[in-house]
């Protein structure tokens, strides 16, 4: 019997894994997979906004929120497979995903792996490249940082790349919720994400065998993943969509909602009635 309601549990590839679940039971089903440092409550107004015609889902990667962390390192196909195997404890055949930054590394990794498991796949935020290798040493860098410096500071630092000039003005109080959710993200958490990133092995080359169909959004002011890198997706991925979300940075869903829910439910809902 399926439950409805936010912060529910299931064990999922022996850890318990916490995720939100909400619309109607016989709906198209939508993943939502949140980006790093952060938690499921990221997609808070994207679920509201579309709970009435889809079943919607948030989860909260292993390590993250109040997901368990397992033992052995993290890694992007690791947090594939804890998608694919959230699932099929869920008993959920097929979905619609949507992954921003970190989700759309996982979003592309299950998608290779099980292509046949999903309708539709938004990627917001994110790059199918590998990390450069002065990518690379930052992520190190950054985890001494985090060892010498504390969490507290991460935080702070991060917020000024994770946000557009503007919304750091503007959005006062998605601001706190974001440093909230950074700050509830444990150390070694971050430090077993970074490692994950620093492995992290590059999706474009296998870009051209998705046959579903695809939505791509990055923010106009996006520093992390830059609006050029949206574009090499774009480019590479047969009829996908690609859109600029005005008036945000790295997270566009928080800093632009109105926009964001507007482009991902004229495609989901193209998607969903074409099919």
Not at 252 to 274: A, C, D, G, M, R
Request: proline share 3%; charged share 30%.
């Amino acid at each position: 019997m399926r439950e409805i309601g936010n912060n529910m549990k299931i064990t999922v590839n022996d850890i318990t894994v916490s995720y939100n679940d909400d619309g109607e039971d016989q709906a198209p089903v939508i993943i939502f997979i949140h980006g790093f440092p952060f938690n499921k409550a990221m997609w808070d107004k994207q679920l509201k906004a579309l709970k009435e015609n889809y079943r919607v889902i948030a989860y909260d990667v292993r390590g993250h929120g109040a997901s368990d962390f397992g033992t052995g390192d993290f890694s992007i196909d690791l947090f594939a497979d804890d998608l694919l195997s959230f699932m099929d404890a869920m008993k959920i055949d097929k979905a619609m995903l949507c992954g921003l930054s970190m989700g759309g590394y996982i979003a592309l990794s299950a998608i290779e792996k099980h292509p046949d498991r999903f309708d539709a796949l938004i990627l917001s935020d994110t790059t199918c490249l590998a990390d450069t290798p002065e990518a690379k040493e930052k992520r190190l860098k950054t985890i001494e940082s985090i060892k010498k410096k504390g969490v507290s500071k991460f935080a702070d630092e991060s917020i000024k790349n994770l946000f557009a000039p503007e919304s750091l003005s503007t959005k006062e109080k998605e601001i706190a919720h974001v440093r909230e959710m950074i700050l509830n993200t444990t150390q070694e958490s971050l430090y077993k994400t970074l490692r994950a990133f620093y492995e992290r092995k590059e999706t474009c080359s296998k870009l051209q065998d998705i046959n579903v169909p695809v939505l791509i959004l990055v923010g106009k002011e996006d520093k992390i993943t830059l609006p050029e890198a949206a574009q090499v997706m774009h480019e590479k991925i047969e009829d996908s969509l690609f859109s600029i979300i005005e008036h945000a940075g790295h997270l566009s869903n928080i800093e632009n909602p109105l926009e964001f829910n507007k482009q991902i439910e004229e495609f989901f809902s193209t998607v969903y009635y074409s099919g």
